[in-house]
């Protein structure tokens, strides 16, 4: 049983149309494979905002929403069950199917797609579309032909109106974030198990494949697996540096179920033990960390969060004599900024990034019940930073967690992955775990 149920994509469809006027329709289009080279593909993933409308896994589908029609009207287009396509690529779901299967209103082949448009246009004044798709925009010329210069000025993005739906999760969307951050914490444990020197970072990415896929899910974004210099570069994927001795792994990598993400950061030390100087960076982390996801609560700005990060790391590297105090003089002119230079966090859900704003009227928006954030601080400090003593240089950490907006506070979805020094310790020191 899939965790979102087909009444919840219905319920999300019929809530899209309530936002539109009843002179208009919508035409969203699902993803299309990709080349990779050439005659073989990426693997399949479904556009965010359709599979959110839709749970159809299928490339190239469009659906279309019609408000003014009686409830309001909802039909896909899909590919045919055609026998030769299905003996190469497997089944599809097929029109027929796709009514009962998807709770849609009407289902026809592709082909269908330009003359049925054709007629639902009757009437209509305004088209949503994803305006980035090209699907949509090779169909505009058919509908530009129909509506002429008027239709340049009726065409509006869907995309805003589908982000705020996103926006807040519903408690399914809850539980699919909540397995999959279950598994990319069991994931993250094992890796760090697995980790001793003279192995290779993609090694210990093959330990996340490994778990994500032996549960059904598959990687969320590409695992940044950053041992010692890799971490400098915060988005680091080539994955190909060897595991030294003395040296911190980084590792940032999370999995999705039924397309919905979880995000993780861990760092540990490549020999299972802190020197003490990775132990102090470690520990600043790891206390911004706790003290961002404590503000992870109803009613709390967006930014509360990043500003208590911000605070505690700023007046733990004055205190480390790594900027120049006096904190107050630090924070103001954002001295911190040189080690700890992204943002604490973003809204995570369909996509890693997800949709969601950071400002509302200028403000940052109020945290409701549903939303899920990344409380991600980290300390990177280059190699080569001649402004710091030594014991400092080449020392890169990053906590990150999932962390879902509650009733009963901060719900911290990524809470099985160990994060303090002594259970990482232990965990390394003690294990028997030996990839193979
Ligand atoms: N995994 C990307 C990020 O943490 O934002
Ligand atoms: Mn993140
Ligand atoms: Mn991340």
């Known amino acids: 049983m899939p965790l979102i149920a087909k009444r919840e994509f219905a319920s999300r469809r019929n809530r899209l149309m309530k936002q539109m006027p009843a002179n208009s329709l919508a035409v969203i289009a699902a993803s299309s494979l990709q080349t990779r080279s050439g005659d073989t593909h990426y693997r399949f993933r479904q556009h965010s905002d359709f599979l959110y409308l839709t749970g159809f896994n299928e490339p190239d589908a469009i659906l279309v929403l019609v408000p003014r029609r009686a409830k309001g009207e909802t039909i896909i287009f899909c590919r045919d069950p055609d026998a030769e396509y299905q003996r190469w690529n497997g089944e599809v779901l097929g029109p027929e199917q796709a009514e009962q299967k998807l709770g849609v209103d009407h289902g026809f082949g592709l082909d269908a797609f330009t003359d049925i448009a054709e007629g639902l246009l009757e009437g209509i004044e305004q088209i949503y579309a994803p305006l980035d798709n090209a699907t949509i925009t090779q169909a505009l010329p058919t509908w530009q032909a129909r509506y002429g210069t008027k239709l340049g000025e009726q065409l509006l993005d869907i995309q805003p109106l589908i982000a705020d739906l996103r926006w807040v999760k519903s408690s399914a969307e809850l539980r699919a974030m909540g397995a999959a951050a279950t598994i990319s914490s069991a994931a993250m444990n094992r890796a760090i198990e697995a980790t001793r020197p003279g192995l290779w970072e993609y090694q210990i990415a093959a330990e996340l494949h490994h778990t994500y896929l032996w549960h059904g899910a598959e990687a969320a974004y590409l695992p940044i697996v950053a041992a010692g210099q890799s971490a400098e570069a915060l988005h680091y994927v080539d994955n190909q540096r060897e595991l030294r001795d003395g040296d911190l792994l980084l590792v940032d990598a999370g999995c999705e179920v039924e397309g919905y993400a979880a995000d993780i950061t861990r760092t540990w030390p490549i ?10 960076i470690y520990q600043l982390v790891l206390a911004a960390n706790e ?10 700005p967006y930014d509360a969060a990043h500003q208590a990060a911000v605070k505690m790391i700023c007046h733990g590297l ?29 809204w995570v859900g369909l996509d ?23 409380v991600e601080p980290g300390i990177y400090i280059d190699s080569t930073d001649q402004t710091v003593a030594p014991k400092w240089r080449g020392i890169a950490v990053r906590i ?17 992955a160990i994060k303090q020094i002594d259970q990482i310790e232990t965990a390394m020191r003690e294990t028997d775990y030996a990839p193979v």
Do not use: C, W
């Not at 020999?271 to 102090?280: D, K, L, T, V, Y």
């Not at 003290?291 to 709390?300: D, L, P, R, S, Y």
């Open 271 to 280: 020999s299972g033990q802190f020197n003490s100087a990775q132990r102090a």
């Open 291 to 300: 003290a961002a996801i404590a503000e992870v609560v109803m009613g709390n």
């Open 318 to 346: 004055v205190q480390l004599k790594i900027i120049d105090g006096p904190v107050d003089e630090a924070l103001k002119q954002q001295r911190y900024k040189k080690y700890f230079m992204h943002a604490t966090g973003h």
């Open 352 to 374: 890693v990034h997800d949709t969601g704003p950071y400002k509302v009227a200028g403000q940052s928006p109020v945290l409701e019940d549903g939303m899920v954030v990344t």
């Open 400 to 416: 990150e967690d999932t962390v879902a907006v509650s009733q009963n506070g901060p719900r911290v979805l990524t809470s099985a």
